[in-house]
């Protein structure tokens, strides 16, 4: 009698097993993993290849902007400033003015 309870208990058991398996179930979001909305070419270029461009033209933008910084922080005038003025009219002598 007791073997046929325990036998009974392990076949609905396996029954009931055998319904529950399926896909596994989540309760949160996953944090990584592919999107759950379909992404057109673009975007996946864009969120592929737009990060990588950033990071490549970055650091040659703020190599180039040294120089401005540095006469920024040295409390210089900007370079466009420093050129030199446009001499007066009075230098600019026309010989048919003679």
Known sequence: NMITLVRRHLLS???????T????VRSFMPVAGP?????STVQRLIFGVGPLILMM???????????????MHLGLPPEEDEEEPAPPPEAQEDPKAK
């Open 35 to 39: 999107p759950r909305f379909p992404m």
């Open 13 to 19: 058991n396996r029954k009931s097993m055998a319904k």
């Open 21 to 24: 398996q399926g896909g596994p």
């Open 57 to 71: 033209v970055i650091p040659y933008w703020s190599l180039l902007n040294l120089p401005r910084w540095s006469r």
